[in-house]
C-alpha cells in the first residue's frame, strides 16, 4: 500500500519567506508525527498529533512554526519569516494509534534551504 | 544534552562479518528501543525494536540486545550485506511519552 508521502521534497526560500511543507500519512494511521533533521544531527521532534489535536507542541522550536491536521489526515507544517537556521531535512511520520504501536512510519522528507 | 549517543559516526565491515552498531542513552526513564535504518534521500524505515522488559529481541539477521544496567544497546548483523550499507539511527521512547528522541546515527559500509 502506499506509504507516507511529503510535498514539496525540495523547497528553496528567501530569507523572510513563509513556507508550507505537507504530509499526507498512510491511510488509517491516527498518529502523525513531525521531525527535523539538521546537518550532522540526529532526528529531532517538533509536533505530534492524535486525530486533528496536538496534545504535544513541545519540540517547535519558536512561534514561527505552527502545524495543523485536517480531517484526521493530511497534515501541514507552516514555517513563517524563515531564517537560516530553519535549513534542514523536515520529517513526517505516522502510526496506527500512538504510544499504542511503537513503529513510526516515515516520509521521504521535504529538504528546506533558506538562502 | 543528548539523551541517546551513538558515539561511532560511521562503521566499515567486510561483507559476511558481524557488524555491531553501539548506543548508549542517559534517561532512565526510556523504556523501547527502536533501531531505523535510512538510505540517502529516503526517511528512516524501521529495523526491529525491544522493550524494556526484554534483554534480547531477534528478527533475522538482526538481533539488539539491551543492558539497562549499563544503559546501552546494541544492534547485531549477522551476515552484513552491501545493501545493509546505511545510516542506522537509535531512538528511544520515554514512559508515557509519545516523542521518539533519536541518536544522530552511525553510518555502516559493508564492503563486498
Known amino acids: 500500500g502506499a506509504g507516507v508521502s511529503q510535498s514539496p521534497s525540495n523547497k528553496v526560500t528567501e530569507k523572510g519567506k513563509d513556507v508550507e511543507l505537507r504530509c499526507d500519512p498512510i491511510?488509517?494511521?491516527?498518529?502523525l508525527y513531525w521531525y527535523r533533521q539538521s546537518l550532522g544531527q540526529g532526528l529531532e521532534f517538533l509536533i505530534y498529533f492524535q486525530g486533528n489535536s496536538a496534545p504535544d507542541k513541545s519540540g517547535l522550536p519558536s512561534d514561527r512554526f505552527s502545524a495543523e491536521r485536517t480531517g484526521g489526515s493530511v497534515s501541514t507544517l507552516t514555517i513563517q519569516r524563515t531564517q537560516q537556521e530553519d535549513s534542514a531535512v523536515y520529517l513526517c511520520a505516522s502510526s496506527l494509534q500512538g504510544k499504542t504501536s511503537y513503529e513510526q512510519y516515515f516520509g521521504p522528507g521535504t529538504r528546506l534551504t533558506v538562502t | 544534552d543528548q539523551q541517546v549517543k551513538q558515539n561511532s559516526p560511521s562503521l566499515s565491515v567486510q561483507e559476511g562479518r558481524i557488524s555491531i552498531l553501539n548506543c548508549d542513552y542517559t534517561n532512565s526513564m526510556f523504556d523501547y528501543f527502536l533501531w531505523y535504518k535510512k538510505y540517502p534521500a529516503e526517511g528512516p524505515t524501521f529495523l526491529i525494536s525491544i522493550s524494556s522488559i526484554k534483554d534480547k529481541n531477534e528478527d533475522g539477521r538482526f538481533t539488539v540486545f539491551l543492558n539497562k544496567s549499563a544503559k546501552h544497546l546494541s544492534l547485531h548483523i549477522v551476515p552484513s550485506q552491501p545493501g545493509d550499507s546505511a545510516v542506522y539511527f537509535c531512538?528511544?521512547?520515554?514512559?508515557?511519552?509519545?516523542?521518539?528522541?533519536f541518536g544522530k546515527g552511525t553510518k555502516l559500509s559493508v564492503i563486498p
Open positions: 491511510s488509517g494511521h491516527t498518529a
Open positions: 531512538a528511544a521512547y520515554g514512559a508515557g511519552s509519545y516523542q521518539l528522541t
